[in-house]
């Protein structure tokens, strides 16, 4: 099925990203990008402490994946504007998802922020994927400031309680040309798969993966939940009714005439 | 000389370049960007400035992140 999802000059074919934080090592993380076939990694960027100079990420990250470095940590769009500049002077692209977050108890995002840093990192060349709360009006704004996809989320992140702003997220979809990927709070296949059926461009998975028993199957889990969701997308997903519709004829019953 | 280093007060000796700064305290070059007063300075260039007092020197490099 030739179903590629074209951002920033690049074919992505596999819808799952994967982020790649809360991973027990880099090995398994590896193993579980590797099963997944993600074509699409978030990394982070913080400080180092002297002394301990811990292995390299990048290392352990396929060499096919679109490496897309987050701003967490920025509580402005100052703050990620720098964070970003720092991400594309390590010389692993220009690709960015801006989070900006001053809300320490549900983790969510700053929309005005959002939307000024995406402003600014638009005339420097980057390729801007916005994590953001589901509202239309501030989508149309991050549309307008340079945008390559919406990112909004399903509940907060690292909840894993599913796509609790479905309602919102539908609105996007049928009113946003770009992209929309759902990104945080994904905690189980069958969400990520609700989301794909959607309409969703994409779905962000990472602690579900990441703290999961098993990460490398769960991130085939999710992959092939993707995948089918996608699927299901493509083929037309029915409409539904509150009455019942008999899946039989209604003819040739064994009853008199 | 007092300086700012990852948001830390500490001292170095005159005379330090980024790059002495760098390979002082056990940085693989390849992981890490630096930012010098608030400008991130391409690795090539970390031999030829000089730390001064009250620099602000921030060394941060990958790691997970969803």
């Known amino acids: ?257 | 000389m007092n300086v700012k280093i990852n948001g830390r007060q500490e001292t170095v000796d005159k005379d330090t370049t980024i790059a002495k700064l760098i390979s002082d305290k056990g940085f693989t070059p390849e992981h890490i960007v630096v930012e010098y007063n608030l400008k991130i300075v391409p690795k090539d260039e970390w031999g030829k400035i000089y730390i001064g007092e009250d620099d602000r020197i921030e060394i941060v490099s990958f790691v997970g992140g969803g």
């Open chain 1, 1 to 257: 099925m030739d179903d590629i999802l074209r951002m920033g000059g690049r074919d992505i074919e596999n819808r799952l990203f994967i982020g790649t934080g809360k991973f027990s090592g880099y090995k398994v993380m590896k193993e579980a990008l590797e099963a997944s076939g993600a074509d699409v990694v978030t990394v982070a960027l913080r400080r180092v402490d002297s002394g301990s100079d811990t292995e390299d990420i990048l290392k352990y990250i396929p060499e096919k994946c679109i490496l897309v470095p987050n701003t967490s940590g920025a509580r402005d769009a100052e703050e990620a504007v720098r964070i970003a500049r720092l991400a594309k002077a390590a010389g692993c692209g220009n690709w960015v998802k801006i989070e900006i977050i001053r809300d320490n108890k549900y983790l969510l995002p700053d929309n005005l922020e959002t939307v000024k840093a995406t402003e600014i990192l638009a005339k420097e060349d980057f390729i801007i994927l916005p994590y953001m709360s589901p509202d239309l009006s501030m989508a149309r704004r991050l549309v307008d400031a340079g945008a390559a996809a919406i990112m909004p989320l399903g509940s907060p992140i690292g909840s894993n309680r599913g796509i609790k702003t479905k309602e919102l997220v539908e609105i996007l979809i049928n009113e946003i040309k770009l992209p929309i990927i759902v990104d945080a709070g994904l905690g189980v296949p069958s969400s990520a798969c609700e989301c794909m059926e959607m309409g969703c461009a994409a779905v962000l998975v990472n602690t579900a993966i990441a703290i999961a028993e098993d990460p490398v199957d769960m991130a085939k889990a999710f992959s092939a939940a993707v995948r089918a969701g996608r699927l299901a997308h493509l083929a037309g997903v029915p409409r539904s009714t509150s009455d019942g519709r008999p899946s039989s004829p209604l003819t040739g019953f064994l009853r008199d005439r």
